[in-house]
């Protein structure tokens, strides 16, 4: 059974278990070498109850006796019981070895990048806290990381759990609540279009994402506290896939999203579209290019009024005439909007 580490009642920046205490530490190093075969990684905000479940599944997963590998739970700024739920698993003689680390600089894309510098895995596996994963996900991951060496990141189907029976918008837009189903067919994701992975769960090879660039020049906050920013993701998958990198869809990844009855109401999808429009003009001239330049931004802007247009030019009969589709037109003039900011912003600034 592993060892349960804990610090002082002021409790400190980093808690371990079953390995080598980092009581009250932090990582310098800008990319550590990797001394196990993979870490787990789940970055978490005041979702106690769900990571809960998730730490649940992933102590259930069925991993050969010869793979090395570490739980790291990265607590960005809880205020509820996360901790509570850590420590229920830092005894689980399933987990070899579970590390329980505070990032104070908000964001989840501050966690993830804490996350990935603390890991100690040749496979970065990001989970979301509230994703529950198939007893063999992670082996699977580990079988195909091995016989594609050129793949820098892939993710797998995911599969919406409601809490309570979704209204029509909500399952309508299921995708944008991370859903994720290409087919049962593997894929290689074209450079040629802009499909790219959901980032509710993946798998990143440390080589594609210190090559990537991401961890010194990542733009994009994303999910913020409250603020339902958007798209660090998506900013991953692109500059993986500039650094020459494939990446891919596994449909035999299959894992269950769970989705709270609060993130179904019009007001959540809403905000959630709103973010994912500020982050658009950004990623759209990030997949384009990997050093967007300022006419890139400029043609960017170009792109967004004309989206807005096409929006406007469709309200009076979307919305004003069809009284069953005016939810559908909320949510798409919130994303046009979003959209508009985030334009405007990265043009004056080169930032989202």
């Given at each position: 059974m592993p060892e349960k580490i804990y610090g002082s009642v002021r409790e400190p920046d980093v808690y371990s278990s079953g390995g080598a205490a980092l009581i009250g530490t932090r990582t310098n190093v800008a990319h550590p070498m990797a001394s196990l075969d993979v870490s787990v990684l789940v970055c978490t905000y005041n979702r106690a109850g769900l990571l809960a479940q998730t730490l649940g599944h992933i102590a259930a997963q069925a991993i050969s006796p010869q793979?090395?590998?570490?739980?790291?739970?990265?607590?960005?700024?809880?205020?509820?019981?996360?901790?509570?739920?850590v420590r229920k698993y830092a005894d689980d003689s399933r987990i070899p070895t579970l590390r329980f680390i505070r990032e104070p600089q908000q964001g989840i894309a501050h966690a993830r990048r804490r996350a990935f510098l603390e890991a100690r895995g040749n496979l970065l596996v990001s989970v979301d806290d509230d994703c529950l994963l198939e007893p063999n996900w992670v082996e699977q991951a580990i079988q195909f990381a091995g016989e594609n060496p050129n793949v820098g990141m892939f993710g797998g189907r995911h599969v919406i759990v409601w809490e309570r029976p979704p209204n029509r918008v909500a399952d309508l837009y299921a995708n944008s609540l991370a859903r994720q189903d290409l087919g049962n067919q593997r894929l290689c994701l074209s450079s040629k279009d802009r499909?790219?992975?959901?980032?509710?769960?993946?798998?990143?090879?440390?080589?594609?994402?210190?090559?990537?660039?991401?961890?010194?020049?990542?733009?994009?906050?994303?999910?913020?506290?409250?603020?339902?920013?958007?798209?660090?993701?998506?900013?991953?998958f692109y500059r993986v896939r500039h650094a020459g990198w494939e990446c891919w869809y596994v449909p035999q990844l299959v894992l269950s999203h769970v989705v709270p009855v609060e993130r179904t109401t019009l007001p959540y999808l809403r905000r959630l579209h709103q973010g994912f429009g500020e982050a658009e003009p950004f990623l759209l001239s990030l997949s384009r290019s990997a050093h967007p330049t300022f006419f890139d931004r400029v043609a960017v802007v170009g792109w967004t009024f004309g989206e807005i247009t096409r929006v406007l030019a469709r309200w009076p009969k979307g919305y004003v005439c069809s009284s069953g589709e005016r939810p559908t037109w909320l949510i798409r003039m919130s994303h046009a909007m979003g959209c508009l900011a985030g334009a405007l912003r990265y043009l004056i600034t080169g930032r989202a």
């Open positions: 793979c090395r590998w570490e739980l790291l739970v990265i607590d960005n700024n809880c205020t509820d019981q996360t901790l509570d739920v499909t790219c992975l959901v980032g509710a769960a993946f798998v990143l090879r440390r080589e594609a994402i210190v090559a990537s660039g991401w961890l010194e020049s990542g733009v994009l906050v994303g999910r913020c506290g409250e603020y339902l920013g958007a798209g660090e993701d998506a900013e991953i």
